[in-house]
């Protein structure tokens, strides 16, 4: 089944008000940009965004959330975005924060059908507990927090410790960035993209994937496919020349490296 699309227009026409998407991207490293781009300019709104990170602001997620269009976050890290902090603490954005690993895994397992998970991460802690501000009101109080979640003792290895139970993610759809793909829908992921981009596209009803380099079927070793093809709906070719900026550049000064060695 070929299931390339021929714009970014048409891969998220369907993504209505309201609707819940796993977005792929660690930083801003694999942020499908150009699928977030056709999303703002579609003008669905009211959205209920799962991610590691909501962008910068003016990239990645954070043109979405400037322009007013996502109602909550579910991410393990705010970031370098002064709108996310700024509409999180100003009651405009309802905001679950989730351990980094615990999100990945709640994103994987609602792919793989696995309903709820025990883990040792934050035991202990608000995030078992309950508490967390999800949502503050315009004067700075917190309106809602967190439940708290089951806590149960296992003994993995004759251990005993305890465990807290989080349920697995499953959303209406996903937009993830790759660096290959095949009209099937298999897809290569390079370096960081493997972070959130392979289980934020097994837990979308619908996946939607952008892809620098399109190819045919039986063209990607099945050794190298790290998604196949069974999670993916819809795929885009963007090409390679797309812009990819990092967050912070970091440089030595001149001469720095030389001084360090003969240190």
């Known amino acids: 089944m070929d299931k390339g699309v021929a714009s970014a227009a048409e891969a998220v026409a369907d993504i209505g008000d309201g609707s819940s998407i796993a977005v792929g991207g660690f930083g801003l490293s694999g942020n499908p940009m150009m699928l977030i781009q056709a999303l703002l300019e579609q003008g669905a709104t009211g959205l209920s965004v799962v991610s590691n990170n909501c962008g910068v602001d003016g990239w990645g997620l954070g ?82 927090g967190s439940e708290a979640k089951e806590v149960r003792t296992f003994a993995p290895g004759g251990v005993s410790d305890e465990f807290v139970l989080e349920e697995s993610i499953v959303t209406d759809f996903a937009l993830v960035h790759a660096a290959k793909g095949d009209r099937h829908g298999n897809l290569v992921f390079n370096k960081a993209t493997r972070q959130f981009g392979p289980p934020a596209a097994m837990a ?60």
């Open 204 to 263: 979308g009803k619908i996946c939607i994937a952008q892809v620098e380099e399109l190819v045919e079927p039986g063209m990607i070793d099945p050794d190298e496919v790290h998604l196949p093809g069974i999670y993916v709906h819809r795929i885009l070719e963007v090409g390679q020349d797309i812009e990819k900026p990092i967050e912070k550049r970091t440089v030595r000064a001149a001469g720095a490296a030389a001084s360090t060695k003969e240190a």
């Open 63 to 144: 043109v979405l959330l400037a322009a007013g269009r996502i109602r909550k976050m579910t991410s393990s890290y705010v970031g370098e975005n002064k709108e996310f902090a700024r509409r999180y603490l100003h009651g405009e954005l309802e905001l679950e924060l989730t351990p980094q690993g615990t999100l990945a895994e709640k994103l994987r397992a609602g792919g793989a059908g696995i309903a709820a998970f025990y883990t040792r991460t934050g035991v202990g802690t608000q995030v078992a507990e309950g508490g967390l501000p999800q949502k503050y009101d315009a004067d700075g109080n917190v309106v809602q």
